[in-house]
């Protein structure tokens, strides 16, 4: 069963530094998206991203983020200068093309931002 | 805006009993709701989804739902509980509508699930 995988499983970086985390979406999906889960809190929306341009995004999602998918497989999602709120579990979802398919999840990268 | 509410942070269930885990939602029009269980340093696993049609939704693991349109409820049931089950539950919606695509989520729930 295909799945959405994502790189690195963790990640440490100093304040200030830009990070970018990838991912690896399923082959027919055509939305994708980037959550964020603050240890002990819940899963939050960051963007989705269709066609090549963002689709929708949050409030959290400011300008330090970014979104792209450069090569046709890979997802990515940049912060340009990481601050200490941004520690986080980030997730990437993807999902075929019906509105009614449900989002299918990556494991998880882990960021501390120290 | 939507929303969801799980009321319970963690729910305590013997091997074998019923379990319940509730879920209520507040969205625009109407709603796509969503369980996605989440193991210890693991992703989000999709269980079950409601849609349209029959309001009892059957799911994995022998998970299912009951979409409750008066209420706004969407509560998790499995008639027997295994060890294996003990999780976080998350609950999520979106509106049916165009446009705004991003799940929101409930704040979880700790199931325990005791031999």
């Known amino acids: 069963e295909p799945e959405v995988t994502q790189t690195p499983s963790h990640q440490v970086t100093q304040m200030g530094q830009e990070v970018i985390l990838r991912c690896v979406p399923i082959?027919?999906?055509?939305?994708f998206y980037w959550y964020r889960q603050i240890l002990g809190q819940k899963v939050e929306f960051l963007v989705s991203?269709?066609?090549?341009?963002?689709?929708?995004k949050s409030e959290i999602f400011d300008d330090q983020f970014s979104v792209e998918r450069p090569d046709g497989s890979n997802f990515t999602l940049k912060i340009r200068s990481t601050k200490l709120e941004d520690s986080a579990m980030y997730f990437c979802?993807?999902?075929?093309?019906?509105?009614?398919?449900?989002?299918?999840f990556g494991p998880g990268t882990r960021l501390t931002v120290l | 805006a939507q929303s969801v509410a799980q009321p319970e942070d963690q729910v305590n269930v013997a091997e074998g009993n019923p379990l319940t885990v509730k879920c209520t939602y507040s969205?625009?029009?109407?709603?796509?709701l969503f369980w996605y269980v989440q193991y210890p340093n693991r992703g989000l696993q999709f269980l079950l989804k409601?849609?349209?049609?029959?309001?009892l939704v059957k799911g994995s693991y022998g998970f299912e739902a009951e979409f409750n349109k008066s209420q706004t409820s969407f509560h998790l049931k499995k008639p027997s509980a295994l060890v294996s089950d003990s999780a976080l539950y998350f609950c999520?919606?979106?509106?049916?509508?165009?446009?705004?695509?991003?799940?929101?989520f409930g704040k979880g729930t700790h199931l325990i699930i005791q031999p």
């Open positions: 991203f269709y066609n090549n341009e963002i689709s929708e």
């Open positions: 999520a919606v979106r509106s049916s509508g165009g446009g705004a695509d991003g799940l929101t």
């Open positions: 969205v625009s029009g109407n709603p796509y």
């Open positions: 082959s027919n999906h055509l939305y």
């Open positions: 979802a993807g999902r075929a093309a019906s509105l009614v398919n449900e989002q299918f």
């Open positions: 409601y849609i349209t049609g029959d309001n």
